[in-house]
C-alpha cells in the first residue's frame, strides 16, 4: 500500500498542482513540497523588509530593494500559503552571477529554504554566466556552512567590506563554476 501511495504521489506531486494534492492527501506532502519560488513585486517589500530588519545588524533599506527591481535584478521570494519567508536577489553582467542577498525569517530557518533558493539561483544562473559569485562575513558560520556544501570555493578576501559595531568587516569571497 505504502510503495503504491508513493508511485501515485511522485506521479500526481510532478504532474498537478500541488496544493490541490495537498487537500486530498494532506499527510503525503510536506512543507517543503509546497514551497513556492516567484518573482519578487514591490507588493513584497513590506514582508521582505521585516525579514532583512529581523535578520541583519545592518539591514538594506527599500531604496536598495527598488533599486535591484530597476536595475534588472533578478529578485525572488520563497512562499507558502502566501506567505514570504525568505527572499534572494541576482545580478547578472557579462557572464558573471552575483548573489547579492539570500535570507529566510529567522522562525523559518533550517528547513531547507536557504538551500532551495540557494539552488534555484544556481540553476537560473546556469547557461546565463560561467561563474557566480557572492560575499559573506567570515562570522556567518550557518551560511558559510551552506555555501560549502553546495559547492562554492573561497576565491579571497574583501577588506573593510561590511558595515560592522566597531568600523568594518572583511567579507570572505566566494565562486562556484557553472560549467
Ligand atoms: C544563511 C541562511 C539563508 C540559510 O537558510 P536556511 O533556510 O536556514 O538554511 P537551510 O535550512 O536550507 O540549511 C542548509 C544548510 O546550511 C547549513 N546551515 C544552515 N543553518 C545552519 C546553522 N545554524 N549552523 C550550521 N549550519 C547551518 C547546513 O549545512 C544546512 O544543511 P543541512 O540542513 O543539511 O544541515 C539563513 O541562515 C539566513 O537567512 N541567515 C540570515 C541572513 C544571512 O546571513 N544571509 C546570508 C548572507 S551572505
Known amino acids: 500500500m505504502r510503495g503504491l501511495m508513493d508511485k501515485i504521489k511522485n506521479l500526481v506531486i510532478y504532474d498537478a498542482d500541488k496544493e490541490f494534492y495537498a487537500k486530498v492527501f494532506p499527510d503525503s506532502v510536506t512543507k517543503k ?9 514591490h507588493a513584497d517589500l513590506p514582508s521582505v523588509l521585516e525579514i532583512e530588519r529581523k535578520n541583519y545588524h545592518f539591514p538594506w533599506e527599500e531604496d ?36 547579492l542577498n539570500i535570507s529566510v525569517d529567522p ?32 562570522t556567518n558560520t550557518a551560511a558559510i556552512a551552506l555555501y560549502e556544501d553546495i559547492g562554492f570555493n573561497e576565491i579571497g578576501i ?16 566566494l565562486a562556484l563554476e557553472l560549467f
Not at 513540497?33 to 513585486?41: F, S
Not at 527598488?66 to 502566501?82: H, I, N, P, Q, R
Not at 574583501?158 to 569571497?173: F, H, L, S, T, V
Open 64 to 99: 536598495i530593494f527598488t533599486d535591484c527591481f530597476k536595475a534588472g535584478y533578478s529578485c525572488w521570494v520563497c512562499e507558502l500559503d502566501g506567505k514570504v519567508l525568505g527572499y534572494s536577489l541576482l545580478s547578472m553582467a557579462v557572464g558573471e552571477a552575483h548573489i
Open 107 to 138: 522562525t523559518e530557518q533550517k528547513q531547507g529554504i536557504g538551500r532551495k533558493m540557494l539552488e534555484h539561483l544556481i540553476e537560473f544562473a546556469r547557461g546565463r554566466a560561467e561563474t557566480i559569485f557572492l560575499e559573506v562575513r567570515p
Open 158 to 173: 574583501r577588506k573593510g567590506y561590511y558595515p560592522a559595531e566597531n568600523g568594518r568587516e572583511d567579507a570572505i569571497m
Open 33 to 41: 513540497d509546497l514551497l513556492r519560488l516567484r518573482i519578487m513585486t
